[in-house]
């Protein structure tokens, strides 16, 4: 679970953008700007969190390719609490222009 099974935590909510933690800073920004400055600062937040959570978690793998299971679930919890807050403030993300990080294109 190296980024998360986001689709499948996302099933049921209305946010169908892209992955968010493996989104540049940029395309973050991006996908951002609509909101007030409240809002952003919230998401952002909520978005820093879920990529260090997830950081650990990938980190604290061992040679047996298991995760600490402390570190999978803050990571996921973050996850959760960054969609359902995308969720709920109804964020769009913008098709064109955007830049994932890793993504083959």
Do not use: C, F
């Amino acid at each position: 679970m190296t980024h998360m099974n986001y689709k499948e935590q996302a099933r049921s909510m209305p946010y169908d953008g892209p992955n968010p933690i493996r989104m540049s800073e940029r395309s973050w920004r991006l996908m951002m700007a609509p909101l007030t400055p409240e809002q952003r600062s919230e998401l952002t937040q909520l978005w820093e969190q879920a990529r260090y959570t997830s950081r650990i978690a990938i980190s604290s793998v061992s040679p047996s390719g298991d995760a600490s299971s402390g570190a999978l679930e803050n990571a996921e919890t973050a996850m959760t609490m960054l969609l359902d807050k995308l969720s709920e403030l109804n964020v769009r993300h913008p098709v064109e222009g955007l830049v994932l990080v890793g993504s083959a294109v």
